[in-house]
């Protein structure tokens, strides 16, 4: 992977090339099949993921007989950010929907790199309150009523 394809990855549009660069030694590639999950509700997050090629679902268990889909990702899309962040363990499981090409950086190298690249921590936490702007959007939009 280049400074150039990271770039086309919105998580990582708002980075230079050299902030860039400081990431491309820390992604591992990693294969996975469809049908196969990637991640599981309720375990530890230790990766934060790019999905390269392919697609993939993420899922809430309800039960043992029901899930609910939360999200489907495609190219370019990244998700574990946040469980690695809080310490937290994975809020749904994503499955392979088809052969999927992922990039992800280990926890601990995600970590240590924030601690020691202000601009880019600043940068990762731009996104993040991006993502939390359009989510409590959604949420207002979702609970309208009449008075």
Do not use: W
């Not at 990693?30 to 697609?55: K, M, S, W």
């Not at 889909?69 to 370019?76: I, M, T």
Request: glycine share 4%; with cysteine.
């Amino acid at each position: 992977m280049t400074s150039e394809e990271l770039k086309k990855i919105t998580f990582f549009s708002t980075m230079d090339n050299k902030e860039r660069a400081k990431l491309l030694p820390l992604l591992h590639e990693h294969r996975v099949p469809a049908g196969q999950a990637i991640v599981t509700e309720g375990e530890p997050g230790r990766r934060f993921y790019l999905l390269i090629d392919g697609q993939a679902l993420v899922i809430e268990e309800l039960d043992s007989h029901r899930a609910k889909l939360l999200a489907e990702l495609k190219s370019g899309d990244v998700f574990g950010e946040l469980s690695i962040l809080d310490e937290g363990t994975r809020s749904a499981s994503v499955v392979a929907q088809s052969n999927c090409i992922l990039q992800f950086i280990a926890a601990d190298e995600f970590k240590t790199l924030l601690l020691e690249q202000p601009e880019i921590t600043l940068k990762v936490a731009q996104v993040l309150a991006s993502r939390l702007r359009n989510a409590d959007k959604e949420i207002k939009e979702l609970t309208l009523f009449n008075i």
